[in-house]
């Protein structure tokens, strides 16, 4: 259960810096500790405050810090910790929010950006003329999946819970709507692809539906959900009756957040969003001592984008 408190300062390590938060995130990898906290699979974390991702003011450095400056305005990515007024951060995964750029969507970006692109394509490799399947394509990483897999020159299937919401997609590029309530998925997926299937799934889920949405993948095909532990449902068949040979992912970066290569390539799509490249949507704002509303809107009304919170 989350509560609102008080707590002590964050300790600054060396490499680390210390934010005053503008904005906190709600990440979808916030949700899935969430469920495994209250279900007593994994511990909460020491220090007691959860979260991940914030934007702000840099107030403090540590001893070894060098990229950044006291002033700096930055969003920063860390295990634990962002749901507060003050978050230390490894200066590894913290980044200079562009100019320009929104300080909500800032605190919203870098896992989201990292997980998605690492997924599709650093590990999903998705090519142009291939069809994914988004489920859940209102949520932020399902937004920067159709956006990214466009961009791949892929074919792009959505699923959403809210019919009503095609509009909104079809303005960033989505033709192909299914509505989760509405429509046979299984049906309405083969009608639109002449009975093949897809090559790709992108579920912006824990595998909760990967019985039924496997059944769409191609021989040879991906499958990539949300999971923090990367375990899915086991399937014993296919849309053939035969077990698909199915690649399975789990949606997150491909590396540490602090590792180089995932920090540059962060910082490009950061700039990318400053520049009208990308749109991240946000949903609706919250105080943090809302916290606990915040999260069962989310998991309540699946959101167009993202939720963020401000101390």
């Not at 400056?69 to 007024?85: F, L, T």
């Not at 095909?221 to 040979?245: H, V």
Request: glycine share 12%.
């Amino acid at each position: 259960m989350l509560t609102f408190g008080e707590a002590p300062d964050p300790d600054v390590a060396a490499d680390m810096v210390l934010i005053r938060v503008e904005l906190v995130s709600i990440e979808a990898i916030d949700l899935v500790k969430l469920a495994l906290y209250r279900r007593g699979l994994i511990e909460v974390p020491g220090c007691g405050v959860v979260g991940c991702q914030a934007s702000g003011t840099i107030v403090a450095v540590g001893a070894e810090v060098s990229r950044f400056s006291v002033g700096d305005r930055v969003v920063a990515y860390h295990g634990c910790g962002s749901h507060a007024e003050l978050f230390a951060a490894p200066e590894a995964s913290t980044w200079h929010l562009p100019d320009g750029l929104d300080p909500g969507i800032g605190a919203a970006a870098p896992f989201t950006l990292a997980a998605t692109h690492d997924t599709l394509n650093a590990r999903g490799r998705l090519q142009a003329g291939e069809t994914i399947l988004i489920n859940h394509v209102t949520s932020s990483l399902g937004i920067i999946a159709l956006q990214l897999a466009l961009a791949a020159g892929a074919r792009v299937i959505g699923i959403a819970r809210d019919p009503f919401c095609h509009e909104r997609l079809r303005k960033i590029g989505l033709v192909d709507m299914l509505s989760a309530g509405r429509d046979d998925v299984i049906a309405g997926c083969l009608e639109l692809t002449g009975g093949r299937g897809v090559d790709f799934v992108f579920d912006v889920s824990a595998g909760e539906r990967f019985a039924q949405l496997a059944r769409l993948v191609v021989p040879g095909g991906r499958y990539a959900a949300l999971s923090a532990t990367g375990m899915l449902t086991d399937i014993g068949y296919g849309m053939d009756g035969a077990a698909p040979e199915l690649h399975r992912l789990t949606i997150m970066p491909a590396a540490p957040m602090r590792d180089p290569e995932v920090h540059a390539q962060v910082a490009r799509m950061l700039e990318r969003i400053a520049g009208g490249d990308l749109l991240l949507p946000i949903e609706h704002e919250f105080a943090l001592c809302e916290a606990a509303e915040a999260y069962e809107f989310i998991l309540g009304g699946r959101p167009f984008g993202h939720v963020v919170m401000r101390p």
